[in-house]
């Protein structure tokens, strides 16, 4: 089986800091991995990396089947095909929430339709499945910048679906949301990447989130990979060496 995605023996350096060593990873079709690791561990950076955004790295990397190249962006299928949730949710601001969905669809179309907006049948109702799974439809005409925090964070997220991706990578997606917020955004994440067969790659801050959501946690320190387990075996143990005995409060207990 070809894996969503393959690193081997992947590192980096931004001038003085070495951001990533060493990192090997693989993830399967469909499989939810977590990202977890202290502030500066490199989890930003390997998402970057996944994306196509970083320069000059070592290391090999393959992409959804295709060799990662350290020098240039992507080839055109790969960029297709990986979809990425940014922390600040990257939306237009004056337009509506099914615009702002829609805008997954803008790197499908060919040059002048998306210039014109002459959007097809297939962007129309990509777009408004994308909706109706983050349950957005009764907000599809309301401007982006009348939305909540977490009404925003389903946006992006709308977006990323209707561009039909088949890798997910996402940079602390419910960060910015409360609790219950950020237990249904996840939820919505995984459940809607594992019907569609769709890796997913999420950092985080939050074990417990993550053990509940993700089928691995990958959990980077100082840019090394420190442990690389099925969820259901990561334990408080794990998890304290990871961030050097402080736990991050997400109602995780530490019982030793
Ligand atoms: N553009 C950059 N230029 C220089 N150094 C950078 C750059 N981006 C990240 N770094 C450094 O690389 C290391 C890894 O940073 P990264 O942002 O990947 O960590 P992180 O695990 O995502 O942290 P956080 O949880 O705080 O977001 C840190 O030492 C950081 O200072």
Excluded at 187 to 211: D, K, M, W, Y
Aim: charge should be neutral; glycine fraction near 8%.
């Amino acid at each position: 089986m070809t894996q969503a995605l393959a690193l081997h023996a992947v590192s980096h350096c931004f001038d003085d800091a070495e951001a990533l060593q060493d990192v090997s990873l693989q993830v399967a079709p469909g499989e939810c991995v977590a990202l977890l690791g202290p502030s500066g561990a490199g989890k930003s950076t390997l998402l970057a990396l996944l994306d196509g955004r970083v320069r000059g790295w070592r290391g090999r990397a393959e992409v959804l089947g295709n060799r990662l190249p350290n020098d240039r962006a992507p080839e055109r299928k790969t960029r297709l095909e990986t979809g990425f949730i940014f922390q600040e949710f990257a939306l237009v601001d004056r337009q509506s929430v099914y615009q702002n969905a829609m805008n997954g669809r803008l790197g499908r179309m060919r040059l002048w339709p998306s210039l014109w907006g002459r959007y097809g049948a297939q962007d129309h109702l990509k777009t408004t499945i994308a909706l109706e799974d983050t349950g957005l439809t009764e907000l599809a005409q309301r401007r982006a910048d009348q939305l909540s925090g977490g009404q925003r964070q389903r946006v992006a997220i709308a977006r990323c679906l209707a561009q039909e991706p088949e890798l997910i990578l996402a940079d602390e997606p419910v960060s910015n949301l409360d609790p219950a917020h950020a237990e249904r955004i996840l939820e919505l994440i995984t459940n809607t990447a594992r019907n569609r067969g769709i890796a997913v790659v999420f950092s985080s801050h939050q074990p417990e989130l993550s053990r509940r959501f993700a089928d691995r946690i990958v959990g980077l320190r100082a840019g090394a990979v420190l442990f690389d387990k099925p969820s259901a075996m990561v334990g408080n143990d794990d998890i304290s060496d990871l961030y050097h005995g402080t736990v991050p409060g997400d109602g995780l207990r530490v019982v030793s």
